[in-house]
């Protein structure tokens, strides 16, 4: 399973009306509206790349990665949580753990994070064991901090 690589897409889908930073050289891009506050894009391609990892997901989920890429760890947390609980398919359960563990590590809560490997591994045991998990939601974190930069937005949260 690609969790991590699912977490990480969900997160840049979830950020992806923000406006891109600007590549070297060129000028930036006009800021949002006044009430736009970043999310509302209209890039019918975006749009229909959010709409695709939503339904692979699931929406809890994808709220969940919503909330991780703007830094609002505990409710990523509690969103991925309850994700877990409703969820349809195993893959579903799976992409719910993984963002719960990818949250936890980069909040810094380690303890939240290593609950999560071997219930993972339950669900998904081709990830191999805990210490490969872990790896993947480390990877994860890596990829959501890109994500972020990509955006415009400070990679770390504060």
């Known amino acids: 399973m690609l969790a991590g690589a699912a977490a990480s897409a969900a997160a840049g889908a979830a950020i992806g009306g ?3 930073k600007a590549p070297p050289g060129t000028a930036p891009a006009p800021a ?8 509302g ?5 975006l749009l229909e790349r959010q709409h695709e990892l939503e339904n692979k997901i699931g929406a809890a989920n994808f ?9 609002r760890h505990s409710s990523a947390i509690e969103l991925a949580r309850n994700a877990y609980k409703t ?4 893959e579903r359960r799976g992409y719910a753990l993984m963002i719960e563990a990818v ?5 810094g809560d380690s303890a939240t994070a290593a609950a999560v490997y071997p219930r993972l591994v339950e669900v998904d045991p081709q990830i ?9 939601a480390l990877s994860g974190v890596l990829k959501v901090q890109q994500v972020r930069k990509d955006y415009g937005l400070p990679p770390t949260c504060t």
């Open 18 to 20: 923000m406006t891109p």
């Open 32 to 39: 949002p509206a006044q009430g736009q506050a970043g999310g």
């Open 41 to 45: 894009t209209k890039d019918p391609k």
């Open 63 to 71: 709220d969940a990665a919503r909330m991780l890429a703007l830094c």
């Open 87 to 90: 969820a349809d398919t195993q």
């Open 103 to 107: 949250t936890a590590e980069e909040k």
């Open 128 to 136: 191999g064991s805990a210490d490969k998990a872990r790896n993947a």
